[in-house]
């Protein structure tokens, strides 16, 4: 037997009431703006919205896809803080994998040639090398120190250079002015991963790139709680940039927005700590006998250390520091149960991390020809209490020996 329900004016109402937010109200954050579906007022009014979304037209959304007044929010601070006074636009993305991968999608096509450094993120390097070439796109990796001499490597179908600076895990600072200098006389687009100084502490748009693809999951966020990406492009590129977010359904949540906009807020403070708490590690790892070099781009002993001056306004608090010999087992003592580092991968929250460097496939212009590589990110922590962590990991390391 089916059971009727009463049709009174209760049961009706709880689909429209409570949906007017009443008089304006402020707040020191902006609110979180949750949606599905636009509503418009009239048929002129959604047809209007519909072609300035298709258009990419700043703040235009027909569905929430294209964005909600908290992403809005967030992608407008990205393209300020990373590219003023340069005009640009930037789009949000699931994670900083899917902003290096969706730049590569929409500025390369089959037969296109790029360039990339030998020094980049390893995922990035694995999509070139496999969703890239499988669409007839052929990446050549140079080595990052080659500078002007890039020159050499250019062909008639090189469509784009991509660079990242400093390089993971070695920490290589390329002459990232130099190749965008010439790439621009030739007419090829220059992109750039500028994950580990963050706008705080480099501007690439001043460098001359064209892109520039962010992790906001690391010092944007700061918390280690939120995956988020961010492509940056100067607004000629936009529309190319535009149509490839639009056609494959790319976009994220209102909710994780405000997660990284409220960590923006504390950006320039936390990134100094980081910097402090860095050097100071790096300078400790300096007198270690253990120890075999430093790799830091803030330190003198750097091999691009002046570079790293003209280009940055400070440093983060990752690097990696080269021992002279281990064994894997004395890799995993000196890493593992540390109390203050932690193993994990990403970094840029408050936490400190540890991990030893695995760089098997990740170079092929300048296979790596050093020792042992450890890669620190220095957090929020006591600094006395990291350096006590990493003499406990030293002990644990020569005692594995025997």
């Known amino acids: 037997m089916t059971q009727s329900f009463p049709q009174d004016h209760k049961n009706q109402d709880l689909v429209s009431i409570a949906r007017d937010a009443g008089k304006p109200y402020e707040s020191v954050n902006l609110p979180i703006w949750r949606a599905s579906s636009v509503l ?146 030739r007419g090829i ?20 790139v064209d892109i520039s693809v962010l992790p906001l999951t690391k010092y944007w966020s700061g918390h280690a709680d939120v995956l988020m990406g961010a492509a940056v492009v100067r607004e000629a590129l936009w529309p190319q940039l535009h149509q490839a977010v639009r056609q494959q359904g790319l976009c994220v949540g209102s909710d994780d927005a405000w997660l990284i906009l409220r960590g923006m807020r504390t950006l320039k403070v936390r990134m100094q700590a980081h910097e402090s708490n860095g050097l100071v590690l790096a300078r400790w790892l300096e007198k270690r006998p253990e120890v075999a070099r430093v790799l830091h781009p803030a330190l003198p002993s750097h091999p691009q250390h002046a570079r790293w001056k003209r280009d940055f306004s400070g440093a983060s608090g990752l690097f990696s520091f080269e021992l002279h010999a281990a064994s894997a087992d004395q890799l995993s003592a000196l890493c593992d149960h540390r109390r203050h580092f932690r193993l994990g991968f990403s970094w840029g929250g408050f936490e400190s991390l540890i991990m030893p460097a695995n760089l098997t496939g990740l170079r092929t212009a300048g296979p790596w020809q050093g020792g042992p590589l450890v890669r620190i990110h220095a957090g929020l922590d006591d600094p006395e209490a990291l350096i006590s962590d990493l003499e406990d990991g030293f002990a644990a390391m020569a005692a594995a020996k025997s």
């Open 40 to 185: 418009f007022t009239n048929v002129a009014d959604m047809r209007a919205e519909v072609a300035a979304t298709a258009a990419g037209e700043r703040r235009a959304a027909n569905y929430a896809t294209a964005g909600t007044p908290t992403t809005f929010a967030l992608a407008d601070a990205v393209a300020e803080l990373e590219a003023g006074p340069h005009p640009a636009r930037t789009a949000l993305l699931p994670s900083g994998l899917s902003a290096i991968a969706t730049v590569l999608q929409a500025f390369l096509s089959p037969g296109d040639h790029l360039l990339m450094g030998d020094s980049v993120y390893g995922p990035a390097r694995l999509f070139a090398q496999g969703m890239l070439a499988r669409f007839g796109i052929e990446t050549t990796f140079y080595d990052p120190a080659i500078g002007a001499g890039i020159g050499d490597l250019l062909r008639p179908n090189t469509r784009m250079i991509y660079l990242e600076s400093p390089g993971s895990y070695t920490f290589e600072i390329p002459d990232v002015p130099a190749i965008c200098s010439l790439a621009r006389e």
């Open 189 to 208: 687009l220059t992109a750039i991963d500028n994950a580990w100084a963050s706008p705080v502490l480099a501007r690439p748009f001043d460098w001359g």
